[in-house]
């Protein structure tokens, strides 16, 4: 679930104003479908690529940074 937070928290002006939480249908989904360790990784690997989308296109350090990370997460499970 922390993957998931992270997911609503990254490139979110929202975080400095108000409470950003996943829902509780979502909660629920991941305890009750990730029993195996495919299953965790299948949602790691989704929640990575909705992370990889919402980098901001523009060139710059951070986003830099952030993309290299992305594809060291992407190899481990490849």
Known sequence: MAIATLVQLYNN???????????KGLACKLMLNCSDIKQVEYYFCLFIN???KKISTYSNINNKHMQEL???MKQLFN
């Open 13 to 23: 002006p929202l975080v400095f104003t108000s409470v950003v939480k996943i829902r």
């Open 50 to 52: 909705k992370i990889e």
């Open 70 to 72: 992305i594809n060291k």
